[in-house]
């Protein structure tokens, strides 16, 4: 067995040889993989078994619990979420992937709309030249970029950066469609890939070389409005999370050590992987201060007809969000997905019998289709598997595989009771409901579904938490796979030092998540419980992705 602090850089079952040989992480030496893949995954479930995994139609061949990598891995292709590429830390997102980032984005385009910000879309391609007005910030990052150095058979006179973030594309732009305080607020958004070449070993959701996410790039007149948008930006990455994915988030700032280098401050949603113990980025707020805007001159005139440098924010949500989502709900049996966010949140079933009549079995069907129409009706998504030549058992482990928040089931005793029989995904929970009341009944099993899985990875992040006010503490819970929330001095030079010092043959060193917004009261008096110095803050510590 793989112990889960590596497995889960574990290439997949069904990763090509070039993706099997993924770059070694000259620093992150652990999360190499130990074991080569097995050339198996896709090509083995079309073969037969229902969930991909032994072929029984018994879920997949890896636990979470025993093997959390392979697991990962194994289900991420079994569910057909995605397939791997021959570009190594590349993947395919298919329809059942894509169709969550669908409803990802319709949830926060709509949202940061209302609060009047545009879409827009920028270049791809960054010159070298305009890369570099933003050379303190990129610095850290340039072994990450993705040069293009050739076109056709020809060598580029000048090689062209592939963007890996967009603020060196678009603020040259603020700074000429800004001229007046009437040209503010500036708030624009891009949905789009972007491209990080990364070395740490690639995780399909979590780390690939290229993502999608949005961006927002904004610019205000004032601190106040800047950092007012910060915070309701934030608040929507937490709605995505909590409310959308199901999955608890810490709101909280970055600290000095972990912000983003060019803002003048980063705020954070934070989660967390009780299986792997590591917590998790999950999106960033940032206000920017002025930071840009004097580097790429960005002014207005005010009512004085003084220059006034603008005050920036930037934020990015990317498709790491799903990946967080599957980690935090699925099980041995498969997906487990949020109603909210479910491609499909309903799959009826009709369950004949061989000796079914022909009227019976007319009667099973259109009472299928009545069904599916009153709950279209409401909003619901439904799907009906009505395929005759699986059987019941292999459709029930396929749409488990999936994901599906609720199966529904229609046989010959349940059309004699007026009744369906409903399967929870979350808890395999069943119930009998009288078709009166599907139209009713069904969207309100959703949102409890929706509610019950978010309670139930909260009550589990919370398990995992412990407050630390010594070093011995701190190893203690770090090592149980938990996250620290401690007393902090705040100060650079201990978190570098925290890191180091926790570092263990088996596990990374541990760092500041954040410095959550909500915590505990910090009387006077309490001391860093690491230095011993006053604290001036809570922080939340852990291993980390
Ligand atoms: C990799 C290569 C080059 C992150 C990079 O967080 C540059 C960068 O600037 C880089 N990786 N970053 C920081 C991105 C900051 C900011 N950009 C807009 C966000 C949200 C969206």
Not at 106 to 117: E, M, N, Q, T
Not at 493 to 520: N, Q, R, W, Y
Not at 529 to 544: I, Q
Request: charged share 25%; net charge neutral.
């Amino acid at each position: 067995m793989t112990n889960p602090e590596e497995a889960i850089a574990a290439p997949a079952a069904d990763a090509p040889a070039e993706a099997a040989k993924a770059p070694k992480a000259p620093k992150e030496k652990k999360e190499k993989p130990k074991k080569e893949p097995k050339p198996e995954g896709e090509a083995k479930k079309s073969g037969g078994g229902a969930a991909g995994g032994d072929n029984k139609g018994m879920g997949l061949r890896n636990s979470k619990k025993a093997n959390f990598g392979d697991w990962y891995s194994e289900l991420v292709v079994a569910s057909e979420l995605i397939s791997y590429y021959d570009v190594s830390g590349c993947y395919i997102l298919r329809p059942w992937a894509y169709a969550m980032w669908e409803v990802v984005q319709g949830w926060f385009d709509s949202r940061i709309k209302k609060l009047g910000v545009q879409n827009s879309y920028f270049p791809l391609f960054i010159t070298e030249d305009v890369l570099n007005t933003e050379k303190d910030h990129v610095e850290g990052f340039a072994p990450e970029v993705a040069w293009v150095t050739k076109y056709g058979n020809s060598t580029m006179e000048k090689p062209i950066a592939i963007r890996p973030t967009s603020e060196t594309v678009m603020y040259p732009y603020f700074s000429q469609w800004i001229r007046s305080h009437r040209d503010l607020p500036l708030r624009l958004n891009q949905w789009t890939n972007v491209v990080r070449w990364e070395f740490k070993y690639p995780t399909p959701f979590i780390r690939s070389r290229e993502f999608l996410w949005q961006e927002g790039h904004t610019a205000f007149a004032t601190q106040a409005e800047a950092e007012g948008e910060v915070l309701d930006i934030l608040e929507l990455y937490r709605g995505v999370y909590e409310d959308l994915l199901a999955v608890p988030v810490t709101k909280g700032k970055k600290s000095k050590k972990e912000q983003f280098a060019g803002a003048f401050y980063t705020t954070t949603v934070e989660a967390y992987i009780p299986e792997t113990g590591r917590g998790i980025q999950g999106a960033t707020s940032h206000c920017l201060g002025q930071n840009f805007s004097k580097m790429f001159n960005i002014t207005y005139e005010d009512d004085d007809r003084q220059k006034q440098h603008v005050w920036q924010n930037s934020w990015g949500l990317t498709t790491r969000s799903l990946g967080v989502m599957i980690m935090t709900h699925a099980d041995d049996k498969g997906l487990v997905l949020p109603p909210r966010v479910a491609p499909k949140q309903v799959v009826i079933i009709p369950i004949p019998k061989g000796s079914t009549a022909p009227e019976a079995l007319q009667a099973m069907m259109d009472k299928v289709d009545e069904m599916t129409k009153a709950l279209e009706e409401k909003g619901v998504r439904v799907v009906t598997d009505t395929r005759n030549n699986y059987t019941p058992g292999w459709k029930y482990n396929h749409w488990e595989l999936k994901g599906l928040p609720l199966r529904m089931e229609l046989g010959p005793k349940d059309m004699d009771n007026a009744a369906v029989m409903t399967c929870r995904r979350d808890t395999g929970a069943k119930e009998v409901v009288a078709w009166a009341d599907v139209a009713t009944r069904i969207p309100q099993l959703l949102e409890t579904i929706q509610a019950d899985m978010f309670a139930a990875a909260k009550a589990r992040t919370a398990d995992c938490t412990e407050t630390c006010h010594s070093w011995d503490e701190f190893m203690v819970a770090l090592n149980n796979k938990h996250m620290a929330l401690t007393p902090w001095a705040d100060e650079e030079e201990i978190e570098e030092e925290v890191k180091k010092k926790s570092t263990t043959p088996d596990a990374m060193g541990a760092k500041t998540l954040c410095l959550p917004f909500e915590a505990p009261p910090l009387p006077e008096g309490t001391k860093c419980f690491y230095s011993g110095k006053p604290a001036k803050n809570w922080a939340l510590w852990g291993r980390s992705y």
